[in-house]
């Protein structure tokens, strides 16, 4: 079993303060594969007082310099890309395959958007030609506290490490304590590519304790959190009396709108992507409404793509699905199926229980419910497993007003080969994001939501200047 008790702090790795042992189970065996100590007060604190003392040298540096090391972690990252998607397939049961094929490559993707997107920054900006001698200065906000979540770990580390590395901030990192053992490989990462001393520090530990002292504390500048919209909502009461910045990530119940004139392959893609990385992921498109002409046929084809979906342990090669992350999530998930039955859904694939010829590990039957509606609870609430409910809609009009009337607003969906009506629709989804028959957001592209999906923007310029502050300056004298 691993052994990874200690902190990055200062440059170094150091002993907690006090030793509180914690065991990373394995979601595929449910046997535990390390341990690692969780912060305290004293931890936090130490790492807060070292990422203070870095700050003003760090926000110091030249643009150049900032680059070169975003460039040298970068380097590193990729030469140890297959050790990364281990820990990750290990720590929360990604398949390895899409360890290596999706995980890992999320933070090369952000890494390289990043870089490209500093190298055009504009930290010094003028108001307008009205106002020649007036300029707006881009600065880092100081400490930030990144807490981060299990089901994405470098994706979402890399959203906020990278930009607040470029900007001029230092941080204290608090990964998720279930998944922890790809951040502390990232931090030897950090570590290997020549992060000044304090500009990056990690200290493990649960929300109760490290992520409350650090959203809390008096020298952190920031906060940058992903995860539920209960702990997001806990982490700004907690800030407020220190009146922090805030950005939070949260949770979706994303809108996928089938319209009859979709491509043939519509449905299977979106109940596949529900039910990717085992539909641990905040921008799954978890409710399909699919208008009335189709509505058949979709429950069939949705049905037979869950059908076709096999799980196995991760440690196999192949297209197959994992485990979910844990105890607690199985266990929630098991009851929102049951849930789904006990308030009428018609359950068409899948159901509770574990896939058939696995008796350990938490696995989780892709499922699929048709003739839902939106008041269900599983058409509320965010089940963060392959749980697909199937919504019927006649017109356009009640496909937005099913598809807004939710308290998320994350990614909704559109498919439609009507160019005129994507468009249309999409202006009138409330969330911070649309994709539309099947086209991926592009590179720099932000990511973010409205409402219970919390705030701020991650990703390309807007996940840069989120780690600004913003000075208006008058009376500016050019350089001779």
Known sequence: MLEKREFYIGGEWVAPAVPNDLAVIDPSTEDPCAVISLGSAADTDRAVASARSAFPSWAATRREERIALAKRILEVYESLSDEMAEAISLEMGAPIDLSKTQQVPSGTWHINNFIRAMEEFEFERRLGSHAPNDRILYEPVGVCGLITPWNWPMNQVTLKVIPALLTGCTMVLKPSEI???????????????????GVFNLVNGDGAGVGTHLSGHTDVQMISFTGSTRAGVAISKNAADTLKRVHLELGGKGANIVFADADEKAVKRGALHCFNNT????????????????????????????????????????????PVVSQVQFDKIQALIQKGIDEGARLVAGGTGRPEGLNRGYYVRPTVFADVSNSMTIAREEIFGPVLSIIPFETE?????????TPYGLTNYVQSQDGAKCNRVARQLRSGMVEMNGAPRSAGSPFGGMKASGNGREGGVWGLEDFCEVKAVSGWHEAP
Do not use: K, W
């Open 179 to 197: 998944a922890p053992l790809s951040s502390l490989l990232f931090a030897q990462i950090m570590h290997e590519a020549g992060t000044p001393a």
């Open 279 to 322: 539909g641990q992921s905040c921008n799954a498109p978890t409710r399909m409404l699919v208008q009335r002409q189709i509505y058949d046929q979709a429950v069939e084809t949705a049905a037979a793509t869950a059908d076709m979906v096999h799980s196995a342990s991760p440690r196999e090669p192949g297209r197959h699905m994992g």
């Open 397 to 405: 009009e009640e496909a937005i007003g099913i598809a807004n009337d």
